[in-house]
Structure formats: structure tokens, C-alpha cells
């Protein structure tokens, strides 16, 4: 039953991050179907396996609450898709207990594989922030820094500028941005926002601006590639088969 698991996770994450990363978009088939084989398998592993059932629960519960739990949460900021809520709660449903890792490489570990995925994932995802920051900061210094105090840090963490007039040319068709352009008259307001998301009304509105003058289509606005996260639980997963939950046991015992 294990290597089921394995083996359907492994297409699955990887079907979908080439989804996500292409179109920002998964197929709800696959989401669903996956979901559903997840909870069948939990309920059989739950029924066969040989341990007390308190401590079923207890693994069940943490597994549920660092996928489930924290995705939801991202998904009420706006942060994600509910693709990637079902298909974290998917994988807190596959891999909750700790009998998983007898087919990794490690072999052995404590704690929920699913938990150990969502970290390994989380680590991923700030070393591709960090190296945008990098490249920022190398290649848009001037951006950078007439950037409002206040989002010098956060706003080159999730995005980078481009080109107004390359943005509404669809270069970068599947980018959000992070500027919200708001016209009362002849006012012009500029905002920055960090849940992102954008329809052709706004895009027409932008349009609109440029054409009147009021912003250079040579200027910059910053923009986002989203949270293409399905991408990173691809790499967790991953990280699990081959090192298992020993580094994060290591962290985990030296913060303590």
C-alpha cells in the first residue's frame, strides 16, 4: 500500500507542477481523483495498521494541521489556489504515519512524513525568494529603491519589475501584479498589495492609463508569478524519499 502511495504521489506532484508552472492552472480531475484515493488509502492504512489507536490519532491530527490546517489558511489570505488546499490535505491524508519511511532511503523516522514534506517544501520556496531578492538587487537597484520604504523588503520576495508596455503586451501573460492603479480624474493613486490577482478589467484600466498619459509604458510595475507551490511539495516529497525527517529532527532538537 505504501508504494501505491508513493507512486501516485510522485505522477501526481509532478503532472500538476508542470501544470502550475506552465498555466498557473491545475486540472480539477487529477486534484479530485487524487483527493479521493487519499482518503481510501487513510482509511485503510488507519484500519490495518498495528499501532494503539491513540497514537493513530495523535499522527493523523498533526499530519491534517500542518497540511490541511496551514494550507487553508494561506488559501483565506489569497495566497493559493484551492487546488493546492486539496492536494495538501491529500498528502496529510497519504502520509501520516511513520511506517512510510521504511521505503525511503533512510528507512526509519518520527516524525509525520506529510509535516516533513510541508517543511522541505517551505525551505524551497524561500531559497527561490531569496535568489529573486538577488537578482533584484543586481539587476534593478533603481526599481529597487523608489520602492515606499515599508515594502523594500517583502514586495522583492515575491515578484520583480518589468516593463509596463511588456506586461500589457501578455510577455509575461501568467504574472500578477503587485500594484493596483487607481484613477479619480486626473488623480492617478499607486498601491501596493501582497494578495495578488488580476482580470482584464484591470488590465484594461492600465491600458486605459497609459494611453492617456498619465503613466509611462517605459516605466516599471512589479509583478508576480503567484505561489506555484505544487512545484515545491514536487521537491519535498522528494527530499523525503532520499534524507527522510533527519534534518528537520536536527532543527527541531537544537532549537529545544
Do not use: C
Not at 15 to 25: F, K
Not at 159 to 184: A, M, T, W
Amino acid at each position: 500500500m505504501d508504494s501505491i502511495k508513493i507512486l501516485s504521489t510522485f505522477i501526481t506532484l509532478l503532472v500538476l507542477s508542470i501544470q502550475d508552472w506552465r498555466t498557473r492552472e491545475l486540472d480539477a480531475r487529477i486534484v479530485y481523483f487524487y483527493l479521493i484515493l487519499s482518503i481510501l488509502l487513510f482509511f485503510a492504512s488507519t484500519i490495518i495498521l498495528d499501532t494503539p489507536l491513540y497514537m493513530r490519532l495523535f499522527y493523523a491530527g498533526i499530519s491534517l494541521f500542518t497540511t490541511a490546517g496551514l494550507f487553508i489558511l494561506l488559501y483565506k489570505t489569497g495566497l493559493i489556489g484551492d487546488g493546492d488546499v486539496y492536494i495538501a490535505t491529500a498528502l496529510g491524508l497519504m502520509f501520516p504515519y511513520s511506517d512510510t519511511y521504511k521505503l525511503t532511503l533512510q528507512a526509519y523516522g518520527l516524525l509525520p512524513p506529510s509535516m516533513v514534506i510541508i517543511f522541505y517544501a517551505s525551505v524551497s520556496a524561500l531559497v527561490i525568494m531569496l535568489t529573486n531578492v538577488l537578482q533584484v538587487i543586481m539587476r534593478y537597484r533603481g526599481a529597487l529603491e523608489r520602492l515606499p520604504q515599508g515594502y523594500r523588503i517583502i514586495v522583492p520576495l515575491l515578484g520583480r519589475p518589468v516593463k509596463i508596455r511588456d506586461y500589457l503586451n501578455g510577455k509575461f501573460k501568467h504574472y500578477y501584479p503587485l500594484q493596483s492603479f487607481e484613477l479619480d480624474g486626473e488623480k492617478l493613486t499607486v498601491k501596493f498589495r501582497l494578495v495578488t490577482g488580476v482580470d482584464n478589467a484591470e488590465i484594461n484600466d492600465l491600458r486605459n492609463i497609459v494611453e492617456r498619459g498619465l503613466l509611462n509604458p517605459d516605466d516599471y510595475i512589479w509583478i508576480t508569478p503567484g505561489l506555484p507551490f505544487i512545484l515545491h511539495l514536487l521537491i519535498g516529497f522528494i527530499l523525503v524519499l532520499l534524507v527522510g525527517d533527519k534534518p528537520l529532527l536536527t532543527l527541531i532538537s537544537k532549537v529545544i
